[in-house]
């Protein structure tokens, strides 16, 4: 089983910035890939960024030039900055988890989520 703890979520003026971790923790292998999707009220979860096991990412065209997704070892960040109230939304971890050396498909798990609120 693998755990994604996310934090770092809150309220902030538009224009601002916050800055979310993901720890990732349990039993696997290696990260295939990780990022963060978003849900706001009413709408349909969206992928925001990803980030490969060979480092290559992947952002949503309404965060480009905004948000930054980084990783170190098995934590994963979201560095959001020039924030707006449309960003208002859960964010959620996923991450998709070789779960053994000689495991072909992966096993994909998403976090609990974090709230942001972006204040116009």
């Known amino acids: 089983q693998v755990q994604l703890v996310e934090s770092g979520g809150g309220l902030v003026q538009a224009g601002g910035s916050l800055r979310l971790s993901c720890v990732t923790s349990?039993?696997?292998?290696?990260?295939?890939?990780i990022g963060w999707a978003r849900q706001a009220p009413g709408k349909q979860r969206e992928s925001v960024a990803t980030t490969t096991s060979g480092g290559t990412t992947n952002y949503a065209d309404s965060v480009k030039g905004r948000f930054t997704i980084s990783r170190d070892k098995n934590t994963v960040y979201l560095e959001m900055n020039g924030l707006k109230p449309e960003d208002t939304a859960v964010y959620y971890c996923n991450g998709n988890f070789k779960m053994t050396a000689i495991s072909r498909a992966g096993n994909e798990y998403w976090g609990q989520g974090t709230q942001v609120t972006v204040s116009s």
């Open positions: 349990g039993r696997f292998f290696s990260i295939n890939n």
